[in-house]
T-cell receptor, first 112, second 113 residues
Framework: KAGVTQTPRYLIKTRGQQVTLSCSPISGHRSVSWYQQTPGQGLQFLFEYFSETQRNKGNFPGRFSGRQFSNSRSEMNVSTLELGDSALYLC???????????FGPGTRLLVL | KQEVTQIPAALSVPEGENLVLNCSFTDSAIYNLQWFRQDPGKGLTSLLLIQSSQREQTSGRLNASLDKSSGRSTLYIAASQPGDSATYLCATASGGSNYKLTFGKGTLLTVNP
């Protein structure tokens, strides 16, 4: 069974631009979560979607948004990029309640 | 607010040694605890998941224990190998959602041949 896939793997943007990242979960997984990883803050929870509904949200500004499609694929959007948004963005999928989360390889975003 | 701490931040051992990585958390009302490894520049690989009602889980040379009452978990790696070199992260699912993981900063493990 294929793992979690994320596209693109690398992105370079400039301040003020916006970016969209994509995540395809493991087949059959309906929950998709997003995390930001930086050297200073470590891994931080952004949000989680289940059946196209956002169920949980972390402490990030409104510039960070996401959505989930009927096939469970998810996208994350960051508008008005700032230098501090440079990070590895990871998505994870899960089969259901109390089950393990499986992570994709991440999208590395560099904001110049 | 859940806080997860991992000690030590870095560990270097010779090949073949048994070792223990530590993880502590402040809020014992967790749904589960998961251990991951992360290789440089890569995503996370799930190693072991312990539900809140369990005391330990084993997979091959790995054994993870959980003591909810004291807010501690350990990851035991037997007969370490150079291929075990990576950053090991623990994460708790808590805060009203079993999908919202709170991570520690990780332990960077180096196994020397």
């Amino acid at each position: 069974k294929a793992g979690v896939t994320q596209t693109p793997r690398y992105l370079i943007k400039t301040r003020g631009q916006q970016v969209t990242l994509s995540c395809s979960p493991i087949s059959g997984h309906r929950s998709v979560s997003w995390y930001q990883q930086t050297p200073g803050q470590g891994l931080q929870f952004l949000f989680e979607y289940f059946s196209e509904t956002q169920r949980n949200k972390g402490n990030f500004p409104g510039r960070f948004s996401g959505r989930q499609f009927s096939n469970s694929r998810s996208e994350m959007n960051v508008s008005t990029l700032e230098l501090g948004d440079s990070a590895l963005y990871l998505c994870a999928s899960s089969l259901g309640d109390l089950r393990a989360q499986y992570f994709g390889p991440g999208t590395r975003l560099l904001v110049l | 607010k859940q806080e997860v701490t991992q000690i030590p931040a870095a560990l270097s051992v010779p090949e073949g040694e048994n070792l223990v990585l530590n993880c502590s958390f402040t809020d014992s009302a967790i749904y589960n605890l998961q251990w991951f490894r992360q290789d440089p520049g890569k995503g996370l690989t799930s190693l072991l998941l312990i539900q809140s009602s369990q005391r330990e889980q084993t997979s091959g040379r790995l054994n993870a224990s959980l003591d909810k009452s004291s807010g501690r978990s350990t990851l035991y790696i037997a007969a370490s190998q150079p291929g075990d070199s990576a950053t090991y992260l623990c994460a708790t699912a808590s805060g009203g959602s079993n999908y919202k993981l709170t991570f520690g900063k990780g332990t960077l493990l180096t196994v020397n041949p």
